[in-house]
């Protein structure tokens, strides 16, 4: 199986990775989100760049990217520790793109105007979507939704959110403006900007799709967020490497060491073997949806990110820890993405029942 990405996603992914070298560099990152958490600048580069159009269909005025185009992306989204909300709204363009009444909406998106997240986490349910229990009710011809949903990143910022509750029948997928909905908003531990979110009797517009709309988009944000890990693991990875070239003890550069090589090395090792789980995941997921691959790939991207961000840390010393470094931010966000759309243990156990 050929990984190697199109001229179009190399040229994006470069594309991207100049301006954030450029214009998100570590201590304009740390001004953003010491202030409010993303810059309205650069989501406006974004747009500017044809990111937000990327998961819209071309019938919208996007692009149809898929999860292979989304890739080279989101690796550089990963080794800049981007903060902005863009997969949220990656995942509830699609759903809405799909879900037809409220394309109407997407143009807005492409433009970078429109701002939009998946509201689907709630309290206690641990990754299970048989188990959330936002309820839906009719209320003359329209719909309104009761309920609460937990830790929904980039929430704060969306002008609508895609929500999934319980209709009677199923579960099904509503839109919902933002200002009709209650928000406790918080910075994440690794520095974004989430809320939990209050629905009583919240007026709602449904889309179609359901759960099976649901779990691929799930699946699909499970794909990225590999891709994403994969950036942030190869930052981690140079940035340690440069680390031991310059630190030195007893006249010498620590990574003349040779037991540190060895740990070095295993790092590297840790970050090609996510690479190319990433990739398979991300092939899966624009053929249809293959959940027992995306799950594997979504345990070892775990398992290499607790590796690699815990290596870091550690031949960094006690200035891996401090704020002053970024190898410190990239601990949180590994940490925080392995997490995401499942844990290790979640997604072994759908493994294994698969």
Not at 53 to 73: I, K, Q
Not at 164 to 192: K, N, P, W
Not at 222 to 249: H, I, P, S
Not at 308 to 336: D, N, W, Y
Request: contains cysteine.
């Amino acid at each position: 199986m050929n990984f190697d990405c199109s001229e179009e996603q190399q040229l994006l992914a470069d594309s991207v990775r100049r301006y954030l070298a450029k214009a998100y560099e570590f201590e304009t990152r740390k001004k953003i989100v010491a202030g409010q958490g993303w810059s309205a600048e650069a989501w406006a580069q974004f747009a500017q760049l044809g990111l937000t159009g990327l998961p819209v269909s071309a019938e919208h005025g996007g692009f149809g990217g898929g999860a292979v185009d989304l890739m080279g992306v989101m690796e550089a989204f990963g080794e800049a520790l981007v903060v902005e909300p863009y997969l949220p709204l990656v995942l509830a363009a699609r759903l809405i793109d799909r879900g037809g009444h409220a394309a109407q909406l997407l143009p807005g998106v492409v433009e970078g105007k429109t701002k939009l997240a998946l509201a689907h986490n709630e309290k206690g349910v641990r990754f299970a979507v048989d188990a959330i229990r936002a309820r839906a009710s009719r209320k003359g011809a329209a719909w309104v939704l009761d309920g609460e949903k937990a830790a929904i990143i980039g929430a704060p910022t969306a002008d609508r959110l895609v929500v999934s509750a319980r209709d009677g029948e199923g579960i099904a997928l509503f839109l919902v403006d933002s200002g009709s909905v209650s928000l406790q908003a918080y910075r994440t531990m690794d520095e974004r900007l989430a809320a939990d979110v209050v629905l009583r009797a919240a007026p709602a517009q449904r889309l179609e799709g359901g759960r099976a709309a649901l779990e691929e988009a799930i699946d699909f944000g499970a794909a990225l967020v590999c891709a994403e890990a994969v950036g942030a693991m190869k930052f981690a990875c140079d940035t340690t490497l440069e680390y031991l070239k310059t630190r030195k003890q007893f006249g010498a550069p620590i990574g003349t060491f040779q037991a540190l090589q060895h740990r070095v090395v295993d790092m590297f090792i840790s970050l090609e073997q996510a690479r190319s789980m990433a990739c398979l995941a991300a092939s899966r997921a624009d053929a249809g949806g293959d959940p027992r691959a995306i799950s594997a790939a979504k345990i070892k991207i775990a398992d290499a990110a607790r590796h690699v961000s815990q290596e870091a840390v550690q031949l960094h010393g006690g200035m891996g820890m401090t704020e002053e470094l970024k190898i410190s931010h990239a601990f949180r966000r590994l940490t925080v993405l392995a997490r995401e759309f499942g844990d290790a243990d979640h997604h072994l156990a759908r493994f294994a029942a698969l």
